[in-house]
């Protein structure tokens, strides 16, 4: 009876060192995961009037990616992707993040992962952003720019036109935050 007590402690002591040298070993690994490059592109680039009509009748929608890089020796699970946009100056939450990935995605070991996402902007959180990124002059009131549409496009500098992205990514416990200025127009 004393030899299976000693059997059985033996036992459970190398299963908790196993188990112990397991996780030391993913949250090692951890230090090697980071946020890569974000990409973000209007689905329809404003590069003629109508395109800006468009997108003060329709808002704006936003497609991308972010790049998560896994330079560790482990896969791991994403959990969870939460990315907002917001405007750069006030933090106003202008759109939450549309599409939801409901399938399992695997950062794999020593390579890098791109998460598709996608915003949509509606047409008064468009015009927010176009005033705060001072797109439209300061002077230009949602009324004007209503009525005088050539005028108004000839005035915008859409080189000026940025957003604030904040989120984070979630992968078996381990969160890596975004907090990223985005210009839209380079």
Same mark, same amino acid.
């Given at each position: 009876?004393?030899? %299976?007590?000693?059997?059985? *402690?033996?036992?459970?002591? #190398?299963?908790?060192?196993?188990? @112990?040298?397991?996780?030391?070993?993913?949250?090692?690994?951890?230090?090697?995961?980071?946020?890569?490059?974000?990409?973000?592109?209007?689905?329809?680039? *404003?590069?003629? %009037?109508?395109?800006?009509?468009?997108?003060?009748?329709?808002?704006?929608?936003?497609?991308?990616?972010? @790049?998560?890089?896994?330079?560790?020796?482990?896969?791991?699970?994403?959990?969870? *992707?939460?990315?907002?946009? %917001?405007?750069?100056?006030?933090?106003?939450?202008?759109?939450?993040?549309?599409?939801?990935?409901?399938?399992?995605?695997?950062?794999?070991?020593?390579?890098?992962?791109?998460?598709?996402?996608?915003?949509?902007?509606?047409?008064?959180?468009?015009?927010?952003?176009?005033?705060?990124?001072?797109?439209?002059?300061?002077?230009?009131? #949602?009324?004007?720019?209503?009525?005088?549409?050539?005028?108004?496009?000839?005035?915008?500098?859409?080189?000026?036109?940025?957003?604030?992205?904040?989120?984070?990514?979630?992968?078996?416990?381990?969160?890596?935050?975004?907090?990223?200025?985005?210009?839209?127009?380079?």
């Amino acid at each position: 009876m004393v030899n %299976f007590k000693k059997i059985l *402690i033996l036992v459970i002591v #190398i299963l908790t060192f196993g188990i @112990a040298w397991k996780y030391f070993k993913k949250i090692a690994g951890a230090r090697k995961i980071s946020i890569g490059e974000i990409i973000l592109n209007p689905e329809k680039k *404003i590069s003629t %009037f109508s395109d800006l009509v468009d997108v003060f009748k329709n808002g704006l929608k936003l497609t991308g990616y972010v @790049a998560i890089r896994n330079f560790s020796q482990n896969d791991y699970t994403l959990n969870q *992707i939460n990315v907002d946009c %917001f405007t750069p100056k006030t933090n106003r939450l202008l759109a939450e993040q549309t599409n939801i990935n409901p399938n399992e995605i695997l950062l794999r070991a020593n390579q890098i992962t791109n998460i598709p996402f996608e915003f949509k902007v509606d047409i008064i959180n468009s015009l927010l952003l176009f005033k705060e990124c001072e797109v439209i002059p300061q002077e230009w009131t #949602i009324w004007k720019i209503i009525q005088h549409p050539v005028e108004a496009y000839k005035v915008i500098e859409l080189k000026k036109l940025r957003m604030k992205l904040k989120g984070f990514v979630q992968a078996e416990g381990i969160t890596l935050p975004i907090d990223q200025d985005y210009y839209l127009y380079e």
